[in-house]
């Protein structure tokens, strides 16, 4: 499965977006739970990008999104911002390490095709077994 593969599964599935307005109110709950900007930047990454982000060593490049989306992320940065981190620039964090706008996708719509991800390796982990009587 793919990276676009996973994402849309997972956020259909799992977090069972179906319209506009369940994305919308994912992103604000996820802002409403944090006080920090990186932990809600990395809980987008996590909620609606990479499903494994715990798994993910290095993300080379940004994942795009449509233009509406971009700026609805982006005021609510600014907002929180504003409420949380009086001395930057609102909305900063978001400009410099959030998701790129792609203007030829749909509003709502997330690409991959300037993002590629290497995970971490996965220990070989030697089972062992309790012996049975002989």
Known sequence: MNLLEKCQEH?????????????????????????????????LYRTLIFPDWDRIKTVK???ECGVEMWKYICRLF????????LNVMPGGLWMNTGFSSNRDLDDWEISFNNCSVEYEEVENVERTYPRTAQ
Request: aromatic share 10%; net charge positive; glycine share 4%.
């Open 78 to 85: 600014m907002e929180f911002d504003k409420k949380f981190h």
């Open 11 to 43: 956020r259909m599935t799992r977090l069972k977006i179906k319209t506009i307005k369940d994305i919308k109110e994912l992103i604000t709950a996820i802002f409403e739970k944090h006080q920090t900007q990186g932990e809600v930047l990395t809980d």
């Open 61 to 63: 490049g940004y994942p």
